[in-house]
Every structure is written in C-alpha cells, then in structure tokens.
C-alpha cells in the first residue's frame, strides 16, 4: 500500500481538531505525533490508516511495551486512536472502528507533586521583596505578578501566557481564563494576588509595552494586548515562564503551583465540586485525586465526626456500682444517654 495515502488523511483530522473541536496546536500536534507513530508501525506491514484492524491496534500497544513505553503513554496513544477513528466512523469513511473491545493497558495514577504551604509562601515573600525594593525593574514586578497568579488561580502555563489585559477585572477581583478546547471560565482571585497584577499593570507593563512600540515595526493587535510581556516587549512564551518558576524553586514548576493551589484548598476543606471549577477540569473524576494528597484533613474529619474515632472524655459515662448493662464484644449494648446530639453520625 501507498504509505503516501496517509497524509492528506491526517491533514485533515488536523483541521478538524482544530477548527471543530477548538484544541490548542501544541494539543493538536500531540495526537498527530501518536498517530504518525501509529502510521510509521502500519507502513512497516505496508499498511495504511484507513485500513488498520483490531489485531494491528493490539500489535501495536504489544509493540509499545515491548520497546519500553509505559502503559500510561501507551494507553494515551490508544485514546488518540479512538478519537481518530471515532471521528473516521462518523465521517463514513469507514464502516468499523478497529478500537472496538481494545482493552487499554492498566496504569498506575501517578499523584500530581505539590509544594508544601511554607514552601510556598518563601517563594512568594522572595518574589515580594525583589519587586518592592526601591530599584525594582519592571520584570520583577512581572515576575512576581505571574508567580501569585499560577498559585492564586491555579492556571495552566498557556492558559498565563494567553492571558489579555482585558481579561482582568480587578474591582471584580476576577480573571477570565480561556483554557483547554477554547473552554472560558472565571477564576476568582485573592488580595494578594490581585495587588501584584495591579502594580504590575501601573507600574511595569507600560515601561515593557513602551520598548515593544520602539521596535522596528508595531507590533500586532495580539501582540500589544498580551498581559506579559518579555524585556523585548514581546508576548512572554511558555518556556520562559517554566525557565521562571525554576529560577524561583528548583524544584517548582508552573504545574506544580497548580497542583499546589488545588491541594492546599481541598486541606482548608474546599469541596471537589469548587476545585473543579476553579482549574476547569472536564471530569470530576480528574480532580478527585487531590483528595489522595489531602490526607491530613481527611483524618481531621474523620476524627471530628465519626463517632468512634475517638474516644472523648466528655462522651465517658460513670455508671453506679451494680451490674453494669450487658456488653457484647466489649462493647455497650446501647449508646449512653448523656451523649451530646451533635456527636452521632447524623451530624457528619
């Protein structure tokens, strides 16, 4: 078969992950690097995609594990099959999807890496003080600002850098986010946070936005409404703010402070519903695993509230001397009378 035959198929996938479904470039040139993989393991039996069957799909995850990929990275290349031909199936390009009953490899969830609060709060408070000395460049201020926004709001690292200046409402103490799929959401924002944005804007942004004018040529209307800006007065990239946090704590990165927004709530008692909405997960199932990471609080609780956790003086009963009621397994027959209401399971 003519391996040629895939191009102008994955060509077109391209444009309707990109026009249709909304999804970023880097996303979009993520699936197509899983499915030229998938190509380059077809061609070698002169196969093409149109083409592929069930034992191909399987020959191929075999293939990937045998060569040492993990199943994680195997399973997301068979997620971006489906979707592949999902999409091959409802444009009737095919009658039958090769995914079908394909079973995807187990992994283990890996916890997302969080830094604890104190860790945080260093960071942030170095942060501070290099913006509020008295010769504080303008990239300081910027820095800081960045800094308090990744843990504030718990934003992606595109999700920053796409950032307008429109998009901040600081009476309102918001920002709108446009995240994964072009999906919008509106991330509320603390004091602190919402301070180093507003001396950022007033006292940083122009001197940035001001060598981004003198440069040869004006820049674009994206350009010049981006909310970072670099030392050239361009839009800041997404390595320069990973190369950022690392200058920060070298063992942070910007999703780190992301997990780390979302870990401290759930361990202030946040429910999962709100950190849901706050990092704009599509799937509760995504943010239940900062539950795993809150462990300290969920043994607060459960000391609280469940009735036998502890065993609380107050709840001890002194019975007369005499028989004492009939225990089964060491235990009473019946809960004390005496027991305050608010102690019992309804309560929890």
């Not at 699936?31 to 083409?51: I, K, P, S, W």
């Not at 000395?133 to 504030?152: F, G, K, M, S, V």
Request: hydrophobic share 35%; aromatic share 4%; with cysteine.
């Amino acid at each position: 078969m003519d391996s040629t035959a895939n191009l102008p198929l994955l060509k077109d996938y391209q444009s309707y992950l990109r026009v249709e479904k909304g999804l970023r470039p880097l996303t979009c040139e993520a699936y197509l690097g899983d499915l030229r993989t998938f190509a380059e393991y077809l061609e070698t039996g002169h196969g093409v995609l149109m083409q592929a069957t069930q034992q191909d799909v399987a020959g191929f995850l075999e293939h990937l594990l045998h060569h040492g990929i993990d199943s994680r990275s195997a399973a997301r290349k068979l997620s971006c099959l489906r979707g592949f031909y999902k999409w091959l199936l409802l444009d009737r390009r095919i009658g039958h999807d090769p995914t079908v009953n394909i079973e995807s490899p187990k992994a283990w969830r890996v916890l997302p890496k969080s830094l604890a609060e104190p860790e945080i709060a260093e960071m942030l408070e170095r942060a501070a003080m290099a913006a509020n000395h008295p010769q504080a460049r303008a990239t300081a201020l910027r820095d800081r600002a960045i800094l308090e926004l990744l843990y504030a709001g718990g934003l992606r690292v595109s999700e920053v850098t796409s950032l307008n200046t429109s998009d901040l409402t600081l009476d309102a103490g918001r920002v709108q986010v446009r995240g994964k799929g072009d999906k919008e959401r509106i991330v509320p924002l603390g004091r602190a946070a919402l301070e180093a944005l507003e001396t950022y804007l007033t006292q940083g942004r122009p001197h940035l936005a001001r060598i981004s004018s003198a440069r040869k040529g004006q820049p674009s209307r994206g350009e010049s409404s981006r909310m970072f800006l670099s030392l050239r007065g361009m839009p800041l990239t997404r390595q320069w703010v990973w190369h950022l946090v690392k200058l920060a704590d070298s063992t942070a990165s910007p999703h780190t402070l992301r997990h780390s927004c979302a870990t401290h709530m759930v361990e202030h008692g946040a429910d999962l519903r709100s950190v849901q909405l706050l990092l704009g997960h599509a799937d509760i199932s995504t943010t239940q695993v900062y539950t795993h990471l809150a462990l300290g609080r969920l043994k607060a609780v459960h000391r609280q509230h469940h009735p036998r956790a502890t065993m609380r003086a107050a709840n001890v009963v002194e019975f007369p001397a005499g028989p004492r009621p009939t225990e089964v397994a060491g235990e009473p027959e019946s809960q004390p009378s005496s027991l305050p209401p608010d102690s019992g399971p309804e309560s929890a």
